[in-house]
């Protein structure tokens, strides 16, 4: 049996523009090409295409639409990429119980949009939700503006159709509540492909909200803002989304899209929903907190159209940044929210001492940060450094009582730092897990734990993962 | 090293009357008395009492309170018990961030009773609340009647500190939102003492709702208030809470404590929680729905008085079925709530063909049945006829593409039964987890998966677990 005979010969990629454009991620800085993309149908065909890798000994990487920050999809030089964009089709829906059952292949915003005339919607928008996967979302357990109320991935998916890495196809979950036995599902989600391939999904869907309210608050400094936040959170209020943006964000957002935002040194983005009733009580409070911490301007927008202006600059700000400068890192860490203040001043603190701008634009609900570090890959020493502040902005992330990821999970890119934030036997029982799934080795190599070769040893992690006996770490 | 050097001679219990004490939990009908009963008062001296059963080859069983309904904590016969019962420190309560630390022995009602006063509570709310503890609910994932709106334990425990099935400590989870790699403390949440066993866990807080409103309606059968129950999850609205009794335990529950209740051939229980004008708002629409649906009569209340006396036939429910019968079982299965109507009758079937009588009080909401098999195990043939009827309600909510148990857990009672939901393929990966945590085999062996000695083979199930090969199972 070839994967031509198993997927047919139009959907084995194998001639070298092909290969490059599956190189990389949304981490561009990362290319590997890898020796074939093989593009099933069904989830018979994934499985079969995973047993024909064991069974040649050749290790893969699944991969939705490629929008990933941290290298999840980047392939291997001696595998295949395992592409799922072929499977979009909506399965079922059953409106009654709120539940949607999709392939892998279908973008986020779809799910939203096979449901929104029956009143539901899929809350997790990740920023790349036009072209995003939902598979891609489940392997990174992907968030978005909107989790601070509504939660993550995790918090939606009910059950899975999945193939392990040993090539065979299992139900994980339930479509009713609390299924008995070891949670499979929940373990399988944020797993970056290294357990085996989600080929469907069903999804739980929420009620669109009676009414939808969103504050735009101007403040003259970032702590000012980081206070707001606290207040908000501290006086018993969940808004739907609290998005923070500085100064040098804004300027780019407006550059870019004319968003029409005020010149300030912070900006909050707080949209607030549920009964019209609560709403609008709610929405007096949360003007009120942001008087008080010193918000210089607050505007509302209450209409669809008027919030998308609002939105506009937010979904923009990466993009955006490409206009002021030739590079950026986007870093993702996670604080505390109470310790958003004095992070915030660390940043500031670590772009005075390097000479490189760095941006915020990030869920300040969340406490989840993406700094924004400014480079140029034409300056001699410009990319180290950027690197150098990223790692320690990671480091005032730790210290603060966070963690060294966010949404964008951890991939090729962060592997090395998961021993700053977990021990040798905490790796160890996680490695262990894996191989419980993925016995070969074969799955997503080199990925989400630290490898020897690549990060040194780490005291008390002891990988017994067959990856290591079979000498494919050397390879990677 | 000894038992005693590790926790000092007075906490290591082996008189055969504190054997007798824990030779069972809440599932009564089995019994096994151990060899002994430890009890830690530290992390520390856990993890020394599992490193001791290890270097002895020696099973062992975790125990929280002991109100548990699926044997998950029936002792071994040659094993010891280690009870978590000393180990109920409040650690710290961060009410800035809506957190707090206990350890594991600190019973469910005593984390809200700590952070009342600040306005704050925690959710789940088994019935055995008063005394069960955050350790025993960790294991089982434990529901109650708030979960409909609120979620299980699994949805507010942020981190863990965790023993090991190999002695060692680990930190699973963090306090901050999605932290990075395989989501080990998912796997963990309702794995019935089989991983390891958390000795200290952090816990998400909810602000208490600004006003509670609790509806009783009365309903001429079944049938109506299943529907009633779609019909206001269809309107898109989720209480906190929708309970339904039938007329047996509406019956039982008042010669008990006098709740009030009316006569009726079923009840709903609705509680509505959140902002005061959308509570109003919601209560309006509720009990529009329930006369639509066609109750006969509707009650609400308001205060905090009004509501106890509401809810102490509820909560009294299962107890209160002692004076009705000598004996009873509690059937825990889960449906989609849209089927409630149809298993109703399905039950009432096996009611007539079996001649016992079943009562059904229950989490309607969430499609959680609790059906209470009457029978007098002094009558030649009942217990029998009674165990029959409760496998035969298990096959209806499996047909309606339900599950075997919603919050009691697997444990002892349905390990057998777990090939009834899962394939082979499904238990191997399960079990290969399980061993991933407990190369050993000794963390609560023969609970949760299927041992061929109890079950017989299940195809496709290869259990690779050390407990078969070190011959443990014979012995279980």
Redesign the interface.
Known sequence: MTLEAIVGVDHVLTTPAALAAYACDGLTSHRVQPQAVVLPATTDEVAAVVRWCRATGTPWVARGAGTGLSGGALPVAEGVVIGLARMRAIVSIDT??ERITVQSGVTNLDVTRAVAAD?LYYPPDPSSQQVCTIGGNVAE?S?GAH?LKHG?T??HVVAATFV?ATG?????G???????????L??V???EG??GIVTEVTLRLT?APERVETLLAAFPSTDAAGEAV?AI??A?V?PAAIEMMDRLTIEAAEAAVHAGYPTCEALLLIEID??A??VA??TRLVTDSVLAAGASETRTASTAEERARMWRGRKAAFAAMGRVSPDYYVQDG?????RLAAVLRGIRALETSSGLRIGNVFHAG???LHPLVLYDRAVAGEAERASDVAAAILDLCLDA???????H??GHD?ACA?AR???G??LT??D??????D?TGLANPGK??PTPRLCGEVPGFYRAHPTELAGLAERL
Chains 1, 2 share one sequence.
């Open positions: 009654a119980n009143g357990n968030g989790c993550f995790t918090h392990t065979e196809v299992a139900r994980l339930s479509a009713v509540a609390d299924p008995p036995g070891l949670d499979l929940a373990v989600i944020g797993s290294t357990l009620r606290a959170i501290g018993g969940v549920g009964g009733d609560d009580a709610t996670v604080i505390p929210r109470t969340d406490g989840n009582g966070g963690s060294i990821t966010g949404e999970g951890v962060k998961m934030m977990f021990t036997a905490d029982v996680m262990r897990v894996r191989g419980a799934f016995p989400l734990l």
